[in-house]
């Protein structure tokens, strides 16, 4: 049967073709190149398809995850209504309408709508760097302090060079791989920003909270340090965008006046590209307009997290405990008694100096490690080749996802990179509903079984 045509009044919003795209389409919609769809693959370059996969052990949430299966039905909701918006000739005001009311129903389950707090959408945890320093910037040159690019967003420096600011990096790691003292980093950053600050720049340091190998530095003591004693010259955003904070810690950080970056496709699952940047009262110098809305593509995004980052938050603290206390010692023994693994060493979360209330994010939920052959370390194109391997359908063995490999140095001689094994939000909850987290840990001990064969 012929579908009937139907003729839509184009709008402001309104950049599709007369057939609205599907769901699936409009999921990867919006972004750069790294989540269009490879026609042979049907995968992004993430190695993620735009609609659930349950056959795939997916331990890569640092980098990115498929869809659930609630986050795609949650997605079509919306995408429907926007449809039927379209046909009645309201799609701009559809359109707003759904971005606020994700917008609200964020600031709700993060607990923060007593704090006065704006929540500005962007693309991407790189764009959400570019608005906040746009929020700092001043008649003065701003400076931006920022971890290495190898344990924060790829493109963040590029991205910050290209709008005009000068970029000052610091080291989280040794040469070796070895995380640097919090002291040392402590006094390079502070050493930066009085240098900084003495040229007559403005200077926006951006702490990170976790780092792509789960560290977290500067300390904050540090910061608020550094916040006292150069009052409005001195701003700080934390680079939040894995996303792995208890709602009182990410409150915390707002309440010492910290801007906060966060994403939903990292720890809650979402489909990539879909972050925010989260401004306290004394930064709003802009109010949120129409020319905030940033594409259908990012509203059914984050639609999707929203639904796993409901979901996590009805889990008990308690149980989350639980859970990531026994994943940890699973996963960290399988790590330790293979001699074809080195872990990564990751420090305990560190926040001393903020007032918050202790939870569940005090504990790792990133496992990074180098791998190793008989002939020695494999250096970075072959821990490539093993994670690329690992995603291949095999007979013989569960296709696996983990995140990305992290560039960490040399290790006698040979550059190496990190794997990294993750826990997501989305696994706790199901392990939550099945009232065990066994299931779990085989599938990432089984994980961990693939990478060594392939070794």
């Known amino acids: 049967m012929r579908r009937a045509k139907i003729n839509v009044k184009l709008e402001k919003y309104d950049i599709y073709p007369a057939e609205f795209p599907d769901v699936a389409q409009l999921l990867v919609s919006g972004g750069d190149a790294r989540i269009a769809l490879d026609p042979e693959t049907g995968l992004n ?37 926007l449809l039927a918006a379209r046909i009645n000739g309201g799609f701009d005001a559809c359109c707003l309408s759904q971005m606020q009311r994700i ?24 764009d959400a760097h570019c608005v ?24 963040v420096k590029a991205a910050l060079l290209a709008v005009g600011c000068a970029i000052d990096l610091v080291a989280l790691r040794e040469s070796g791989g070895v995380p640097r003292a919090v002291e040392e980093i402590n006094s390079e950053v502070s050493a930066r920003v009085d240098a900084s ?7 926006l340091l951006v702490m990170v909270d976790q780092s792509k190998t789960g560290l977290v530095a500067p300390g904050v003591a540090c910061l608020m340090r550094l916040v006292q004693q150069y009052a409005d010259r001195f701003w700080v955003m934390v680079d939040a965008c894995q996303f792995r904070l208890s709602p009182y810690t990410l409150r915390a950080y707002l309440q010492q006046g910290f801007m906060v970056a966060i994403t939903g496709s990292k720890f809650f699952t979402g489909p990539s590209f879909s972050a925010a940047l989260l401004l306290p009262a004394g930064l709003q110098k802009k109010e949120v307009s129409d020319s905030a809305f940033l594409g259908v ?6 639609e999707a997290a929203l639904v796993e980052l409901r979901r996590f938050h009805a889990v008990p603290q308690v149980v989350i405990v639980e859970f990531l206390t026994a994943f940890n010692e699973a996963v960290g023994a ?26 569940w994010d005090h504990l790792p939920t990133i496992f990074p490690f180098l791998l190793k052959g008989r002939e020695g370390w494999l250096d970075r194109e072959q821990t490539r080749q093993v994670y690329r391997q690992l995603q291949v359908p095999d007979l013989h063995a569960p296709r696996c996802q983990f995140g990305q490999p992290v560039v960490c140095g040399m290790r006698d001689g040979v550059p190496v990179s990190a794997l990294r094994l993750c826990i997501s939000a989305r ?25 060594a064969a392939l070794i």
């Open 45 to 81: 370059k993430y190695g993620c398809r735009p609609y659930p996969d349950s056959e795939l052990l997916a331990f890569g949430s640092s980098t990115a995850s498929t869809i659930s299966q609630d986050g795609f039905i949650a997605a079509s909701r919306v995408r429907d209504e």
């Open 103 to 126: 917008r609200q129903a964020l600031l709700a389950e993060l607990q923060l709508t007593n704090l006065n707090v704006l929540l500005q959408f962007a693309a991407s945890g790189t």
């Open 132 to 155: 906040a320093a746009d929020y700092a910037r001043g008649a003065q040159p701003l400076r931006v302090v920022m971890v290495e690019e190898e344990e924060t967003g790829s493109g």
């Open 197 to 203: 600050i003495g040229r007559g720049e403005r200077v």
């Open 297 to 302: 593509g990012l509203l059914l995004r984050w």
């Open 334 to 359: 399988r790590l330790a008694q293979d001699d074809r693994f080195e872990p990564l060493a990751v420090t305990l979360q560190d926040r001393s100096g903020l007032q918050h209330v202790p939870s």
């Open 427 to 451: 696994q706790i909850s199901d392990a939550a509903a099945q009232h065990s987290i066994s299931a779990l840990i085989a599938d990432a001990l089984s994980a961990l079984d693939g990478a």
